[in-house]
């Protein structure tokens, strides 16, 4: 049927010449004034572009992927597809397999999120409750090894150990731990990581990380007491096992997603995530809570702390001097006045001497 005008290109050079083109069930056969003559079967005829009318319809050779052959007459596009149907069911059949995939991909990303996002998360705080002291222990001890070693590839690590080991520096941070604790003070392991982070750490376990920027930030030894009583507040309510439970599980979820599981990846993103950790706003208030009570059951006075959320807040909005540890808690000025209205008669006595404060501060 035919001859219809077309437009060709070999792709072998930018030059589109006009075609005459007789359509028929067995293919197309192509021919031009300059005595150019070229027969396309049907099976070898692949489709470029069959848009709905009005619109060229663009072909291709098969082995001939840079050819193109384009229809603008629509009497033209009537008799290819009375010719050659199966040209038009191959595109449709391609087009809903692209569509069929597509709807998978967003049914499984679908799926994963709602895993990270509510399963996960539900799972993590009974795999944390459920979990036995000594399996939280050394997974507590495996992160906060981890961390000691991030910190110290950091540029603001000190020069010397990645973590202070000084007797007496340890001596004076288990005071401050057993004036808070008392009886349950055995039950935290505190890790002074040589940085100089302004941050601290709670870790699974009861392990706490430390590090020698917070403690010189901190000023005095009931500022840094506050900072312990919050961090042993997030000991105490589980929230690091159920972060590090639910970075772990997330992790390996993705890693079989995208085909790289491993125990020692996983394990670096849980210590990551801790020095990346937002607990939520709920979580952090519940921690300054438990802190207060713990600070005032010890007879440790709260304006220290709140003096310390100050200073913090002045440096807020300081791009050069911004601390992290302002990052992922609720807004400090606030944390400061729940301090104060929470602060009844301030005690006189002080957690450690001059000296051992020296010694917490200056060694390592």
Known sequence: MGPFPARYNDGLVARTRPILV?????????????????????????????????????????????????????????????????????????????????????????????????????????????????????????????????????????????????????????????????????????????????????????????PKGMIEFAGSPEALAGILAHEIGHAALNHPTEAAIRTGATGILLGLVVGDFAGGAAMLAVGQRMLDASYSREAELAADAFAIDLMKGADVPLEPSAALFDRLAEKEGDTMEALSFLSTHPDTRSRADALRRAATEESGISILTDTEWRALRDRC
């Open 22 to 210: 007789e359509i028929a069930p067995d293919g197309l056969t192509l021919r031009s004034e300059e005595g150019f003559q070229e027969h396309w079967p049907a099976a070898a005829i692949r489709a470029v572009d069959l848009p709905a009318r009005p619109g060229p319809v663009v072909l291709s050779r098969e082995g001939q992927p840079g050819c193109r052959l384009v229809f603008d007459d629509p009497v033209a596009h009537d008799a290819l597809r009375r010719h050659l149907p199966d040209l038009w069911r191959r595109t449709e059949k391609d087009h809903r397999a692209v569509w069929r995939v597509a709807g998978w991909g967003m049914a499984a990303a679908a799926a994963i999120l709602l895993i990270v996002l509510v399963m996960i998360p539900r799972f993590a705080v009974q795999a944390a409750a459920a979990m036995p002291e000594s399996w939280e222990r050394q997974l507590g001890a495996r992160v906060a090894g981890r961390l000691v070693w991030l910190l110290a590839q950091g540029e603001s690590s000190a020069a010397g150990p990645a973590e202070c080991a000084d007797p007496a520096m340890r001596e004076a941070m288990d005071g401050i731990v057993r004036r808070l604790a008392e009886d349950k003070a055995h039950a935290y392991t505190i890790h002074i990581a040589n940085a100089d982070l302004v941050n601290a750490f709670a870790l699974p376990g009861g392990h706490i990380l430390m």
